[in-house]
């Protein structure tokens, strides 16, 4: 079973836990022992600057993250491959695992282009524009003004398209999801769900997901139970319901899953770590065909990546 996973914090948790054995600890929802069992399969591992983080260090600690990333994953693991090209996809052999890098939150790079150019050359490949509030790109979902784009903002999205980067879209502020969508060459929502079947501020309305969809661009429904069901202990099924809601939209091709994992203290019943994808998709196959899984779990993802 191939899975293409568009989120998951990892590193974050690395960092403040230099002890985590990153091979399998039970700390980690996301560790290298389970994804070794996912036959070329990809994850994408997010670097995120804590708010508390002063804003002159913040760059520093990204770097550090990706630091862990190189020396605690590729280095010690020659099976977990970077990919920043498709051509790397298409390399990947049996028993290897693709990596994708992404940035969470653009508080990193302050207001210069040249510091994402840094992190594009080090393998950063899709970029969320906030995290839940202001930066100097623009207005994230918990920023009461919910204003938009800066300037700064529309100059790093310009650089996103012509690098054939992701523009995640994931925690923008509804002003800035709309003039980011416009712009934006390759948006995508990494880790959102669907706002009619939980009314949480991190999710997408139908308005938003029609015009996604529109664009072409992929939702990753993700596992973060208050996002799932406004109700306590949401189970797989509950998730499910967030699939079948956005397949009503149209979106079969363009529904994959980012699962948060380790960005998360809480879990969905049943989704409690990586292992349980395979639960997952088991309870998937009982609604949807074999190709139609085939799709939410990887190929939609593949399909959208750009670079």
């Known amino acids: 079973m191939q899975i293409f996973d568009a989120h998951c914090d990892m590193l974050l948790k690395l960092w403040e836990n ?31 600057v804590p708010e508390n983080i002063p804003f002159s260090q913040r760059l520093s600690v990204a770097q550090q993250q990706i630091n862990i990333f190189y020396q605690k994953i ?21 028993g290897e695992t693709g990596a994708i890098l992404t940035l969470e939150g653009c508080d ?57 980067m992701w523009t995640d879209l994931s925690h923008a502020s509804e002003r800035s999801f709309w003039e980011a969508l416009d712009l934006a060459d ?26 996604l969809f529109r664009k072409k661009g992929v939702i990753g429904v993700t596992f973060v139970p208050f996002f799932t069901s406004d ?9 499910i319901k967030h699939v079948d809601y956005l397949c009503s939209l149209g ?13 998360i203290d809480e879990t969905i019943v049943g989704l409690e770590n990586y292992s349980c994808y395979e639960e997952l998709a088991n309870e998937l196959l009982r609604h949807y065909s074999d190709t139609q899984v085939k799709k939410f779990l990887y190929r939609n993802l593949v399909d959208y990546l750009p670079f």
């Open 74 to 94: 590729l280095h010690q693991f020659p099976e977990i491959k970077l990919l920043k090209s498709k051509a790397d996809l298409e390399d990947l052999k049996e």
């Open 18 to 48: 230099p002890k985590i054995d990153v091979f399998k600890d039970d700390r980690l929802h996301v560790n290298i022992s389970s994804l070794k069992k996912g036959n070329k399969s990809i994850q994408c591992f997010a670097i995120f």
């Open 251 to 263: 979106g079969e091709n363009q529904i994959g899953f980012g699962s948060d994992f380790d960005g």
């Open 186 to 211: 390759f948006p995508i929502t990494t880790h959102s769900n669907v706002y009619q079947l939980c009314s949480h501020v991190r999710n997408l309305k139908d308005e938003q997901i029609v015009a």
């Open 231 to 239: 109700q306590s202990k949401p189970t797989i099924a509950t998730l």
């Open 108 to 164: 990193a790079i302050g207001d210069q282009i040249a510091n994402l150019e840094l992190l594009y050359e080090l393998g950063i490949r899709s970029v969320g524009l906030t995290w839940n509030y202001a930066n100097l790109v623009a207005d994230g979902v918990l920023e009461k003004r919910n204003a938009g784009l800066t300037n700064f903002g529309r100059e790093v999205i310009l650089f996103l398209n012509r690098q054939q």
